[in-house]
């Protein structure tokens, strides 16, 4: 559902960065690619030919064959296209409040209940642990790496400057892509993760997180 070739978009939704508003107000009509959040770009990148080829093939009906039938590299070529044309954003969110949120969580595989947050945060690995859907991704940037590690993205969004970010990507595309702010998973613990950790758990928390803090700029 990352795709929405009719306002020639992909948006990548990091999981637990406020992404659930955005994905409904950007996903296609119809089918798509792969029925699953969270993707990252370079999987995005992947789908793309192979669900272009499913969408031309059996349409050969004709004698002599039409002109429109596309050939294998014009179908490699327009998923080419699509993709370097396409508008490409996603989110990011201060890793320690993320962290946090996946503790927290009331979806996905819920921890609180089970373990401690120091406890969380000694076993986390992954930017995706506690998450169903994505394969091991270490970092909030992997998601908008490409398969050589170069992060190919238009803009990313930062959860903390949501407002303002949505203006400048309407502006960055003509008012085409217009999206607003609606919060849709609201945790009911109230609790500020700065408050929640101590101090070792945030030097644990930096270290792990710590090439999206630098790149970011979160304290």
Known sequence: ESVNLDINCIFIAVPK??????????????????????????????????????????????????????????LRQSSNDIFQNAFKFGSVRNPWARVYSLYRRTEGIQMSATCSLSEFVKSIQYASDTCVRPLKTRSQLDWFKDTQGKIIMDYIIKLEEIDS???????????????????????????????????????????????????????
């Open 165 to 219: 970010a949505i203006q400048t990507i309407q502006d960055m595309t003509n008012n085409r892509i217009r999206v607003s702010n609606v919060m849709r998973n609201v945790n009911p613990n109230k609790q500020s993760y700065k408050d929640a950790f101590n101090q070792e758990d945030k030097n644990v928390v930096g270290a792990i997180f710590a090439e999206e803090i630098e790149y970011f700029g979160y304290t």
């Open 17 to 74: 960065t406020g992404t659930t508003s955005i994905r409904s107000q950007v996903k296609s009509k119809g089918p798509y690619m792969i029925n699953e959040a969270h993707l990252t770009i370079s999987q995005v990148e992947s789908l793309l030919y192979p669900y272009l080829l499913a969408c031309n093939l059996s349409k050969n009906r004709s004698f002599p064959t039409k002109p429109e039938i596309l050939s294998d590299s014009e």
